[in-house]
C-alpha cells in the first residue's frame, strides 16, 4: 500500500510516468512479503490461472523495477502485479496525472453513503417546498 505521507502527483503534471512507475513497482516487490522468484512464480501462476499467455522471468522482473533500465510492464500486467503484491500504488502512479486515485471497498462505501446523504437531502428539499405549498393552498 502506498505511504498515506507520499506526495501523489497533481493532475496537471506530466503524464510521463515511467520512472514513478518503475519506483512503485519496485516499492510494492519489496513491500510484498515475497522474494523476487516467489513473486515470479505467483505472477506466472496467476497468469495461467487468468488464461493470459505470459511468463515473467527474473531478468525482466528486474528491468521492470530497475530506474535505469529502459524495459516497462506492459499496462495489461500492471493490474496482477498490484494483485500479487497487495499494492496498489502502481495503480495510483497511473491514475494520478488524470486526477484520480484507486478506491477501496471502504472508498467505495463513503461514497454510497455520501450519495445517499446528497439524496436524503434533496428529498428533504422537495418534502419542506411541497409542505410550503400546500401551507400556502389553505
Known sequence: MADPRAQMPLPWQSVDVRL??????????????????????????EMDDSGI??????????????????NMIPSYLVTPFCKI??????????LAPLGY???GPRELELIRLAEAKLRAKEAARIVRETESALERMK
Request: a positive charge.
Open 20 to 45: 514513478p512507475l518503475k519506483l512503485a513497482l519496485r516499492r510494492a516487490l519489496k513491500n510484498s512479503g515475497l522474494s523476487r522468484e516467489q513473486f515470479m512464480d505467483a505472477f506466472n501462476e
Open 53 to 70: 499467455d505470459y511468463k515473467l522471468t527474473l531478468s525482466t522482473l528486474e528491468k521492470w523495477v530497475a530506474p535505469s533500465a529502459g
Open 85 to 94: 503484491s497487495k499494492s496498489t500504488e502502481p495503480l495510483s502512479v497511473q
Open 101 to 103: 486515485a484507486p478506491a
